[in-house]
Structure formats: C-alpha cells, structure tokens
C-alpha cells in the first residue's frame, strides 16, 4: 500500500485524493484489500482505505520527506 501511496504522490497526486489514488492501483492490479484473510467488504473498503492514507501521511510521509525520498513543503531547518 505505501508503494502505491508514494507512486500515486510523485505522479503528482494531492495528499487529499490519496485513499482514491490507492484503490486505482490496487483496482488497476486486479487486487483486492483483505483483512483477517477474507476481503474487505465493498461498504468498508472506502473507510479502509481512507485510515491507511491517513496513515502514511501522518506516519510515512514525514520519514519520506526527511530522508529527501520526496519534496518537502517548508525548506529544512539548519542545524
């Protein structure tokens, strides 16, 4: 899933519209979302993928960014 938040943001995708941008890749590799081993049902999958593009950007994101892997919003601080 990180892989195709980070594939979806350096193509220029918003931080907003990742939870969409993840589904296409998953859809777009004829994958499905499963929890427990079973697949998520289709009225919980847009909750899920919502919470794992949270996720990555409250969790990932600030790595990504501080290891120079993506662009950072405000320059780096000195020191």
Same mark, same amino acid.
């Given at each position: 899933?990180?892989?195709?938040?980070?594939?979806?943001?350096?193509? *220029?995708?918003?931080?907003? +519209?990742?939870?969409?941008?993840?589904? +296409?890749?998953?859809? +777009?590799?004829?994958?499905?979302?499963?929890?427990?081993?079973?697949?998520?049902?289709?009225?919980?999958?847009?909750?899920?993928?919502?919470?794992?593009?949270?996720?990555?950007?409250?969790?990932?994101?600030?790595?990504?960014?501080?290891?120079?892997?993506? *662009?950072? +919003?405000?320059?780096?601080?000195? *020191?």
């Amino acid at each position: 899933m990180e892989l195709l938040a980070l594939n979806a943001l350096s193509q *220029g995708c918003s931080e907003a +519209a990742l939870a969409g941008a993840i589904d +296409a890749g998953l859809r +777009a590799l004829d994958q499905t979302m499963l929890r427990d081993g079973q697949p998520v049902p289709e009225s919980e999958r847009q909750a899920d993928l919502e919470r794992l593009a949270e996720n990555f950007r409250r969790r990932c994101l600030p790595l990504l960014r501080r290891l120079g892997v993506l *662009g950072s +919003a405000a320059p780096p601080q000195p *020191g």
